[in-house]
């Protein structure tokens, strides 16, 4: 079976994989995820199950699940974003855990993760749970990314069921080569007093480009009045000599968000979200472009100003 890369679906498409193969190891009866008076996402199921986790003993009554997405192919349970600290995945689902218990709405709790999941991880993850919130080891099940993988190849419906598609995805880009050219562009720049930049010449074709684009007026304006007095020196940045190994990887960049951008225009109504999705994806995706939030949105903003990505009239500006 191919091997899906569940960090380039959305937290959407994860939690519609996880329902479709609820119904098919639970019962059909699963009921999809919503939101709760505390904001959390659960999925329900309720009755005996399909021989889960055994068909001598399989579950009986109320199963609460939950779906972890993260939009990363390395990270692991392990980790303390997960598990260690009082902001950490676990950390934040007890409380909920804990009262859905106590006021019994929950017999048996089941999480999936694409995160990576070992043995040990899963044993003390348990334990935590059970400790925590007063449930029995044998109604604790934890799932991480092999464990998909198995219950994937035993229920390959599951994905056809939920519209997962190999090569499928949602605007995924790749940080790698834009956090060398945000993190270069501040080392040069740093301490440099932004009242002496000069904003470039006004460009006519701006209005347009949004309309092309269906970028909304407030947004654009935006845009441009925190962002565009530094697009000149982006350029001679870009241009020195010097950094022309930056200017080839700010090439590549470009060049793959443009090409997932088309192909994936069509989920979103307005470039605004493009942007705003972009953003997100970045910064929660590379450590640099998260430690230089405003450097990473200037840089999109100059991709699109400079007509490197989203729809123009002319491969110019002006």
């Given at each position: ?11 959407e498409q994860f939690e519609?994989l ?10 059909l ?12 996402r ?8 399909n021989?889960?986790?055994s ?7 109320t ?8 939009q ?10 997960f ?5 950490s ?9 804990r009262?859905?218990?106590?006021s019994?709405?929950l017999d ?10 070992s043995?040990?991880t ?5 334990t935590v749970?059970c400790?925590e919130?007063?449930i ?6 934890l799932?991480?990314?092999d ?10 419906n ?10 499928d ?15 270069r562009?501040?080392q040069?720049f ?18 347009m ?13 935006e ?7 530094q ?7 870009l241009?020195a000599?010097?950094?022309?190994d930056?200017?080839?990887k700010?090439q ?13 225009r069509?989920?979103?109504q307005?470039?605004?979200?493009v942007?705003?999705?972009?953003h ?5 995706r590379d ?12 840089m ?6 400079n ?12």
């Amino acid at each position: 079976m191919t091997k899906y890369a569940y960090e380039n679906l959305s937290s959407e498409q994860f939690e519609r994989l996880v329902v479709c193969l609820c119904q098919e190891f639970l019962g059909l009866s699963t009921q999809g995820f919503t939101s709760g008076r505390d904001g959390g996402r659960d999925a329900k199921f309720t009755g005996t199950t399909n021989g889960f986790p055994s068909f001598t003993d399989p579950w009986c009554g109320t199963v609460i699940i939950q779906a972890k997405h993260v939009q990363s192919a390395s990270k692991s349970c392990s980790e303390k974003d997960f598990y260690g600290n009082t902001e950490s995945v676990i950390a934040s689902e007890i409380p909920r855990i804990r009262k859905l218990k106590s006021s019994e709405e929950l017999d048996h709790y089941l999480l999936f993760t694409n995160r990576r999941l070992s043995a040990d991880t899963q044993m003390r993850l348990k334990t935590v749970i059970c400790d925590e919130c007063c449930i029995s080891s044998e109604s604790v099940h934890l799932a991480g990314v092999d464990d998909l993988e198995i219950l994937l190849k035993r229920f390959p419906n599951a994905a056809i069921y939920a519209d997962i598609d190999p090569i499928d995805s949602p605007l995924i880009v790749s940080p790698s080569d834009l956090a060398d050219v945000v993190e270069r562009f501040d080392q040069q720049f740093s301490g440099v007093d932004s009242s002496v930049f000069c904003a470039p010449v006004e460009r006519t074709g701006y209005a347009m480009k949004n309309h092309l684009n269906n970028m909304s007026e407030p947004f654009a304006k935006e845009l441009k009045s925190k962002y565009l007095y530094q697009t000149r020196q982006i350029d001679e940045f870009l241009m020195a000599p010097e950094n022309r190994d930056i200017s080839e990887k700010y090439q590549n960049t470009i060049c793959e968000f443009q090409l997932n951008i088309i192909a994936k225009r069509k989920d979103y109504q307005s470039f605004d979200e493009v942007m705003i999705y972009l953003h997100r994806l970045l910064t929660e995706r590379d450590p640099v472009l998260k430690s230089k939030s405003k450097l990473t949105r200037l840089m999109l903003f100059y991709m699109y100003w400079n007509c490197d990505i989203g729809e123009s009239d002319d491969a110019q500006t002006n």
